[in-house]
């Protein structure tokens, strides 16, 4: 009897999504729930941090962990958003959103967070975006810096 080497653990899906200040969040594909860590890199005004969060509710996001500047404020407003989706009332399990906020962390212990103790209702999430709201993007950067903070 041959022994096979055991598959690998396939890796969670992994996208970046940059937003500027005033950008449209584009359309998404619901059908798998999805964790985000929101890298908030620039001063936004509340209406679209409100359009921003409300956004990620709609669509399915289950873990919000928000990170940089005024990341408190984006975390109040997802819980926000999301108690208005059930207008105030009874949330079921499958549809609750948790969400953390980090001031005071480095990203790389975020990323760590992320990849290791953040899961949905029913276990792990198989996606993951990086929000980064910012002026400019930084795809490469966070995305390594990423991978390198889950490999610890």
């Given at each position: 009897m041959a022994i096979r080497p055991q598959e690998p653990?396939?890796?969670?899906?992994?996208?970046y999504l940059h937003l500027a200040r005033g950008?449209?969040?584009?359309?998404?594909d619901l059908a798998?729930?999805?964790?985000?860590?929101?890298v908030?890199?620039?001063?936004?005004?509340?209406?679209?941090?409100?359009l921003v969060c409300d956004w990620l509710v709609r669509t399915g996001c289950l873990y919000v962990m928000a990170w940089g500047r005024d990341c408190e404020l984006w975390h109040d407003c997802v819980d926000e958003c999301?108690?208005?989706?059930?207008?105030?009332?009874?949330i079921p399990d499958e549809r609750h959103v948790m969400?953390?906020?980090?001031?005071?962390?480095?990203?790389?212990?975020v990323f760590w967070f992320c990849e290791n103790?953040?899961?949905?209702?029913?276990?792990?999430?198989?996606?993951t975006i990086i929000l980064h709201i910012a002026p400019?993007?930084?795809?490469?950067?966070?995305?390594?810096a990423y991978r390198a903070a889950a490999d610890v």
């Open positions: 653990t396939p890796r969670p899906l992994l996208q950008d449209t969040p584009p359309e998404m798998a729930p999805y964790r985000a860590v929101l908030a890199e620039a001063d936004v005004q509340m209406p679209w941090r409100l999301h108690l208005a989706m059930f207008d105030y009332g009874d969400t953390t906020w980090h001031d005071d962390e480095p990203l790389g212990e103790c953040a899961s949905g209702p029913d276990g792990d999430l198989a996606r400019a993007p930084k795809e490469a950067e966070l995305l390594a």
